[in-house]
């Protein structure tokens, strides 16, 4: 027995208890920090690179991780525990509880279901076409309710409608031979068939089937008929084959297309994903005389037109990598095949089965579509908001979390059928169910809203108020300044692709929380504009394009999709950058407009903030 099988059974006892060892060892190891430097900035620091190594290696779950911060903080005489505990729900929560009771209630209605056939409906099911269709949904859907939630949706349909066009394309492939076949005569047939059978008895020579296919392609006209038939079958083969490898190529596209389209569409929106909201709390926390800066409406002004470029490309490069650029082909601008309708029946009759609008889905929509508005006009930037006519005398009473948290309310509050006589149905134990019951109870909502990633966005904002009070974001900004003599968007470049990469192996929220109390420490050393590093930053943490494991809407994609680790790696690789760069676009074109990225903000100087 070798030395390798002597030690592999430890080895691997060792790698299944992994996790143990480092919850034990990794706050030991690095104990050394704030033993060996006095003060309170080391102290942070110990917990911040704590937290960072437990978040990577997740070998406690993410909001548990978010949560030390209530332990280290008082222990380590870097601040009260009140003052921590109060980090862990902000304005910033209360917008993102708000955005996910609706994105609950229209999952719960089917309303996002209703929305999604229709669209396709709209679009056909031709190749390109369908890919663009699958993306606009994705990405719309996903600016309101979860990433994970609108590929787990939108996954099952596009296999449903994919499986459709491949039975089809196959039943026509059939009919098309047996037309091929039905052509030739019935009677030179037979007697080609006698002399064949003759032949065949006077030689008593067998050829073997290869020998039978070789000969058929050679004297194909002049035998008979079986040897025709067999050409006939080496073709259908041929063609089974090559169906079977462009829908293969398909079902990849369409399962990348569809989580792709997922992350890009989250970051459109300020509820979207949960790193656009962390970025709105530490720039409140951070710097508290902002002045709204980052708002629903001046997030969606940058966000919405960077989302629709990504998509576009997205769109292109997915296209050339499954479905080439025979344009003609793949849109077609021709009749409808049979097919064509055979796969279109089966989306029709997938929105027929939701049937007529419901009551409930009516008052969803509606209350959905006044909440964007209210957003929308709260405070524009061009012109003063409702919100500040009415409400905002002296001060910003009302945010965007304000708004969220009244709509949602009223789905506690607005019953979901019309009232009437003679009950509304039967519940589960069969009793006569006689007031209607609301839009939403809270059992719905207990079970699916992720109270962890509250928890999440908690943490972070108590690890960048310990940097702010140790003064360990003071010497990180003074360590920081010599990247003074780096043009500024070198810079947002290089932290992008950085941001992006760490993404790849750690969740976008803990990437987030980790990286943009950094960049606002840097930002105000070198005194350039915190958003031009910190808005770009976010938005490609949320480009976690690679890897299966780098994103849940991924891992699904992966396992829906016939995927290989490979095929993830070549496409999303290529989108890392389209992403990147972008977004650089983006932030030194209409970005630096909007957010007057060319002068260093009066908020922005901590040592004299503007009230």
Known sequence: ?????????????????????????????????????????????????????????????????????????????IMEAGDVSIQYLKDSNMLFIGGLLVAIAVEHWNLHKRIALRVLLLVGVRPSLLMIGFMTVSAFLSMWISNTATTAMMLPIAHAVLMQLRATEARADARDAQTAAGEVDPQITSKENEA????????????????????????????????????????????????????????????????????????????????????????????PGNGDVINFASWFGFAFPNM????????????????????????????????????????????????????????????????????FTREPGFIDGWATVLFNKGGPYVSDGTVAILMSTLFFVIPSQLFKGGGYGYDEKGKLIKAPPALLNWEVVHERMPWNIILLLGGGFALAAGSEKSGLSLWLGESLTPLQKIPPYAISLLLCLLVAT?????????????????????????????????????????????????????AIAFSFGNLKVFDMVKAGAILNVIGILTINLGINTWGYAMFDMGRFPAWANISNPTP
Not at 53 to 65: D, F, K, Q, R, S
Not at 548 to 554: E, H, Q, S, W, Y
């Open 1 to 77: 027995m070798g030395f390798v099988e002597i030690i592999k059974p430890y080895l691997m006892w060792f790698f299944h208890h992994r996790n143990y060892f480092i919850i034990v060892l990794t706050p030991i190891v690095l104990l050394s920090l704030p033993l060996s430097v006095p003060g309170p900035e080391a102290k942070c620091g110990y917990a911040i690179i704590l937290m960072a190594l437990y978040w990577c290696t997740e070998c406690i779950p993410l909001a548990v991780t978010a949560l030390l911060p209530v332990i280290l903080f008082p222990m380590m005489g």
């Open 308 to 375: 629709v470029l990504m998509l576009v490309l997205t769109w292109v490069w997915l296209q050339f990598m499954f479905l080439g650029f025979n344009l003609k082909q793949t849109f077609g601008c021709g009749v409808k095949s049979e097919r064509d309708k055979e796969a279109y029946a089966v989306m029709r009759q997938e929105y027929r089965k939701l049937g007529g609008m419901k009551f409930a889905e009516i008052m969803v929509l509606i209350i959905f579509v006044l909440l964007v508005l209210l957003w």
């Open 196 to 287: 064949f059978e003759l032949e065949e008895k006077e030689t008593g020579e067998v050829e073997a089937e290869e020998d039978r296919k070789q000969t058929a392609v050679k004297v194909e006209l002049k035998d008979n008929v079986y040897e025709i038939k067999t050409s006939l079958d080496v073709a259908q083969e041929a063609r089974r084959k090559a169906m079977e490898a462009k829908y293969d190529r398909l079902t990849k596209g369409m399962s990348l297309c569809v989580c792709y389209s997922a992350s890009i569409g989250g970051t459109a929106t300020l509820t979207g994903t949960t790193p656009n909201i962390i970025l709105k709390g530490q720039i409140d926390e951070l710097f």
């Open 502 to 554: 760490f993404t790849e192996c750690s969740s976008n929220t803990a990437t987030t929380t980790l990286f943009l109390p950094i960049l606002a420490s840097m930002a105000m050393a070198i005194k350039i504009h915190p958003l031009y590093v910190m808005l770009p930053c976010t938005i490609a943490a949320s480009l976690a394009f690679m890897l299966p494991v780098a994103t849940p809407p991924n």
